[in-house]
């Protein structure tokens, strides 16, 4: 079973469709075509959730290794997913 460490230590069942939707909502917030957006899902989203699906993991180490990924391949959708992340910790 895969397991995700949250930052206040609970521990959550891992859901690859939460990763698969912030990177949905933050493409869609960049503006990105969907055509582009299942690139960026393939390319970003697949080789993290293939590589973590069966370990435990902290959610802030999975944010880090995601938004490096996004970083490279689509810096918009890394700078919106960051501006989404900033309001919500307020």
């Known amino acids: 079973m895969s397991v995700v ?4 230590g609970k521990q959550q069942e891992f859901n690859s469709n939460k990763i698969k939707s912030s990177i949905q909502k933050s493409s ?6 969907a055509s ?3 690139e ?5 989203a ?8 069966n370990k435990k993991v902290k ?9 490096r990924r996004l970083d490279r391949k689509s ?3 890394a700078n ?6 900033k309001k919500k910790r307020r």
């Open 80 to 85: 919106a997913w960051r501006r989404y992340d």
């Open 28 to 33: 869609n917030d960049a503006g990105i075509s």
């Open 46 to 53: 697949k080789p993290v959730i293939d590589k973590y699906q």
């Open 59 to 67: 959610t802030l180490y999975l944010r880090r290794i995601i938004l």
């Open 36 to 38: 582009r957006t299942k």
């Open 5 to 8: 460490i949250k930052r206040n």
């Open 75 to 77: 810096k918009s959708v």
């Open 40 to 44: 960026i899902l393939d390319e970003v």
